[in-house]
């Protein structure tokens, strides 16, 4: 199973702050202020947190009437290329294995990956693909599957081509259903909640300014 999903991106930070576009220098010719300067980075990073969330999965899963669960979810920020994208796996559908929410899984997961989140529109939904797939035997956690992933986002970050990783089937080895296999990819860096975005700050800013150049 496989689609596309959107994120809004009007993500209200803690604090607004209205940046000046310009100022008058000397002369009185107008510059751009360092406030207008960041205003790219800012509205990127509220779409990548757009993602870091399992409202898109949650999306992914209710179009499928799977059930409304998605079991330990990760994300990760993906930079390369001059591009950045999200991530996201998690266990989806049934049966239900473990005796805690943290080791929650199926035989199932749901893999989404986003567009260039460099290129989306000032506030555009962010579209993104997803596919479930069968869960890798020996796998136990996501976490577990991102590692095994870990060549092939690599890779789709560094030639800044995801299609083969949109189109893989799950991670090496025998899958619990399907005698499906398959990877290849990376730049990821792994984490639960947004907080991780204070970490990925500067790899962003370093991809946007290489656009702009």
């Given at each position: 199973?496989?689609?596309?999903?959107?994120?809004?991106?009007?993500?209200?930070?803690?604090?607004?702050?209205?940046?000046?576009?310009?100022?008058?220098?000397?002369?009185?010719?107008?510059?751009?202020?360092?406030a207008?300067r960041?205003?790219?980075?800012?509205?990127?990073?509220?779409?990548?947190?757009?993602?870091?969330?399992?409202?898109?999965?949650?999306?992914?899963?209710?179009?499928?009437?799977?059930?409304?669960?998605?079991?330990?979810?990760?994300?990760?920020?993906?930079?390369?290329?001059?591009?950045?994208?999200?991530?996201?796996?998690?266990?989806?559908?049934?049966?239900?294995?473990?005796?805690?929410?943290?080791?929650?899984?199926?035989?199932?997961?749901?893999?989404?990956?986003?567009?260039?989140?460099?290129?989306?529109?000032?506030?555009?939904?962010?579209?993104?693909?997803?596919?479930?797939?069968?869960?890798?035997?020996?796998?136990?956690?996501?976490?577990?599957?991102?590692?095994?992933?870990?060549?092939?986002?690599?890779?789709?970050?560094?030639?800044?081509?995801?299609?083969?990783?949109e189109?893989?089937d799950?991670?090496?080895?025998?899958?619990?259903?399907?005698?499906?296999?398959?990877?290849?990819?990376?730049?990821?860096?792994?984490?639960?909640a947004?907080?991780?975005?204070?970490?990925?700050?500067?790899?962003?800013?370093?991809?946007?300014?290489?656009?702009?150049?």
């Open positions: 199973q496989g689609g596309e999903v959107t994120a809004q991106t009007s993500v209200s930070p803690v604090v607004e702050l209205a940046p000046v576009d310009t100022a008058d220098g000397e002369g009185g010719q107008r510059r751009e202020t360092p207008a960041g205003e790219p980075l800012r509205q990127l990073t509220r779409r990548v947190a757009a993602h870091i969330s399992v409202a898109p999965g949650m999306q992914a899963v209710l179009a499928h009437a799977l059930p409304p669960a998605l079991w330990q979810p990760a994300f990760a920020i993906c930079v390369g290329h001059g591009e950045v994208h999200v991530v996201t796996m998690a266990y989806v559908g049934e049966p239900v294995a473990g005796d805690r929410p943290t080791c929650k899984r199926t035989p199932y997961l749901l893999r989404i990956v986003t567009e260039d989140l460099v290129r989306q529109a000032p506030g555009a939904a962010g579209a993104a693909k997803y596919a479930v797939r069968p869960a890798s035997a020996g796998l136990d956690s996501v976490p577990d599957h991102f590692a095994a992933a870990d060549p092939s986002i690599f890779a789709a970050a560094d030639q800044g081509s995801w299609v083969a990783f189109c893989m799950t991670a090496p080895g025998k899958p619990r259903d399907e005698g499906r296999a398959g990877t290849w990819r990376r730049n990821w860096s792994l984490t639960r947004a907080s991780g975005l204070g970490r990925q700050a500067g790899k962003a800013e370093r991809a946007l300014r290489g656009r702009q150049e």
